[in-house]
DNA sequence: TCAGAATAGCTGGTTAAAGA
DNA sequence: TCTTTAACCAGCTATTCTGA
């Protein structure tokens, strides 16, 4: 990886980014606001891509925040991230060792999708970027997909399905989690009727460096 | 069977349209 | 006139489909 500072992020997908004296124009995968993590002068950390097919050959991948903290802000990757941690057992559900996980499973009964299925077991994941006194904090905006997906969870959990909400905070200053229930109320609220259907909902912290982003450890989640 | 093309999904800001 | 709702847009990746 290569770093540089912050100049702007712009239209959700798109970062300048000054490297060397040069602005470079660069696709930064986090759909999110970025609460925290999109402050204009901020040390950042980018990618450079093969895909000749790319607009855009570089890609934003980690912001250091004004806590002097590292956020992996590739939201992307992150699913990848949590499949090798989940094939490592890092992150232990109890699941089968030996079964395999499936990315991107249909939510039964309606369109969208989980990120994973393993055993049987459907899991969604939330990657946590905002953090605030060494607690994170999701959603970082009002986010009625991610209230839907928490919905989903519940009606699955009726069904009998197992169910899981995992929160990734791939954020290294981050050693709890909490629903930002100021942010978005609705979301917070689902996440409780959730946890009270059943729906698990765990979290954990990340390594966050340039030369590694890797899950490595179970943190507390708190409502 | 493989390669390439098409499509779905991700998310929230912006804009246009519809309804109160 | 104001509020609400729906559609569209951005770039990328993973998955599915199609044709050779």
Redesign the pocket.
């Known amino acids: 990886m290569q770093s540089g500072l912050l100049i702007r992020r712009y239209?959700?997908?798109?970062a300048d980014v000054e490297v060397e004296g040069q602005i470079k124009t660069?696709?930064c995968?986090n759909?999110?606001?970025m609460l925290g993590c999109s402050d204009p002068g901020s040390r950042v950390w980018f990618s450079t891509?093969s895909?000749v097919?790319?607009?855009?050959?570089h890609?934003l991948e980690i912001v250091e925040t004004a806590t002097s903290h590292r956020a992996y802000v590739n939201?992307?990757q992150i699913?990848?991230i949590v499949e090798e941690a989940l094939v490592s057992r890092v992150i232990d559900i109890g699941a089968d060792p030996l079964s395999d996980v499936?990315?991107?499973v249909?939510?039964p009964g309606e369109?969208?999708?989980?990120d994973f299925s393993v055993d049987e077991i459907l899991i969604e994941v939330?990657s946590v970027t905002y953090e605030h006194g060494g607690v994170g904090y999701f959603?970082?905006?009002?986010?009625?997909?991610?209230t839907?997906?928490v919905r989903a969870l519940q009606r699955c959990r009726e069904d009998g399905i197992r169910t899981i909400l995992l929160f990734c905070a791939s954020h290294s200053g981050v050693n709890k989690v909490m629903t930002a229930d100021r942010i978005d109320p609705v979301y917070a609220a689902a996440v409780r009727d959730a946890l009270e259907q059943g729906v698990e909902v765990v979290a954990f912290g990340c390594t966050v460096s340039p030369q590694e982003i890797a899950v490595t450890r179970s943190i507390p989640f708190a409502i």
């Open positions: 239209k959700r997908f798109l660069m696709h995968a759909t999110g606001s891509s895909n097919k790319r607009k855009y050959a890609s939201t992307l699913n990848r499936t990315r991107e249909a939510i369109t969208g999708r989980f939330k959603p970082d905006a009002v986010s009625t997909r991610a839907r997906h």
